[in-house]
């Protein structure tokens, strides 16, 4: 019997359970593959005793739209900054990747497919060195993943970030106000982008392009007439004033390693009242509320088409290649050029050149 072991690992995502079930349900066409899953991405490998369990055809029946992950994640630790206690209470952190591998071979494990993000990817990268047979699916919300057209999970958030901003325009135009909206996307602006172009916002603000406040005041104050009007604002969580800084927070989880942002709609609307404009405002951060509940129908489709193809390149040994959607097809690119570098929002997108037709100003 030959093995493929499921890992899904940073963030949740919509779509997660589509992919497993995809994988599950190719791999079952095959008469001597069997599927697992490590619980909370490599942790349920890494501990004693191991949380690993056997993903059968009956077990994934229907998730496909179901959110999260039946497997859970983390984006905590992780095999090569395993975090341990020391005598005075702090952390260190311990790198068990070798260990790991051992286990995984004992098990008799023939392929790792890890669903994830950059720093999932990263991971396979590395574990792939070291001699495992990773293969990589690209999870994320924030799209942020090159040498993909498209992520799974992203299509989702922005189809929720949407129905905020057109939630929003009622709200604003009944009190005559500018309503912010915080999206998701971490360093990358394409939420933001995209939600800000299909709700029809009047101005969108990303981590790529620091913003000038008098130009979006300006922005702003051409919407208003004698104290009537009003404004959709869409933030990224990342953006940045022109030689300004991104609003974050350290975290002090143990093995947490990214910065938390979050705040920059509470900071933009301080800074256009600190500038002088007048009429009111109001932030919204839609945080997780992106990240959770059921993937719409693109994410299923694109799920279903990255988990097919990920079982099929462990049919083929084709490993250390994550699976990549260059539409029409579904290939497979070295994991080294996945991570390569981040998939952001540059000056000469197509998208941003309709933002700006559209007249959304960008900050600058
Ligand atoms: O990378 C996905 C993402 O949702 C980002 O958009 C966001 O900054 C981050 O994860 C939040 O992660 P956490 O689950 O740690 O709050």
Not at 112 to 118: L, T, W
């Amino acid at each position: 019997m030959k093995r493929a072991l499921i890992v899904t690992g940073g963030g949740d995502c919509p779509g997660l359970n589509a992919v497993i079930r995809a994988v599950v349900k190719r791999a079952s066409q095959e008469k001597d593959w069997e599927v697992l899953g490590s619980i909370q991405a490599f942790n349920g490998v890494l501990w004693e005793p191991t949380e690993v369990k056997i993903l059968t055809p009956d077990l994934v029946r229907g998730i496909h739209f179901q959110g999260g992950t039946i497997i859970e994640t983390t984006n905590k630790g992780g095999p090569f900054a395993w975090p341990v206690k020391n005598n005075d209470g702090t952390y260190s952190a311990v790198d068990r990747s070798d260990e790991m591998i051992r286990k995984i071979k004992y098990m008799g494990i023939d392929a790792v497919i890890n669903i994830g993000g950059d720093g999932s990817q990263r991971i396979s990268q590395a574990l792939y060195e070291k001699g495992l047979n990773v293969i990589g699916v690209p999870k994320t919300i924030d799209n942020d993943l090159s040498s993909t057209d498209s992520t799974f999970g992203f299509q989702t958030a922005v189809e929720i970030a949407t129905e905020a901003v057109d939630k929003l325009v009622t709200t604003a135009a009944s009190h005559n106000r500018v309503l912010v909206v915080e999206v998701m996307g971490r360093y990358a602006g394409w939420i933001a982008l995209n939600a800000a172009v299909a709700g029809g916002a009047e101005v969108c603000l990303i981590p790529e392009f620091p913003y000038d406040i008098n130009i979006v005041k300006e922005k702003l104050e051409a919407r208003f007439s004698r104290g009537r009007g009003f404004a959709v604002v869409v933030v990224s969580e990342g953006a940045k004033p022109i030689g300004g800084e991104m609003v974050f927070e350290k975290s002090n989880e143990v093995g947490y390693e990214n910065l938390r942002l979050g705040g920059i709609s509470h900071q933009l609307i301080r800074q256009l009242k600190s500038i002088g404009f007048e009429p009111d405002m109001r932030e919204t951060v839609l945080g997780h509320l992106q990240r959770g509940g059921i993937p719409i129908a693109y994410d299923r489709v694109l799920s279903a088409q990255f988990g097919v193809k990920a079982f099929e390149m462990a049919l083929a040994g084709d490993y250390g290649k994550m699976v990549a959607y260059r539409h029409p097809y579904f290939v497979s690119v070295p994991l080294s050029e996945a991570i390569a570098q981040p998939n952001l929002v540059t000056l000469d997108n197509a998208l941003v050149k309709t933002a700006k037709g559209l007249g959304i100003s960008l900050g600058f």
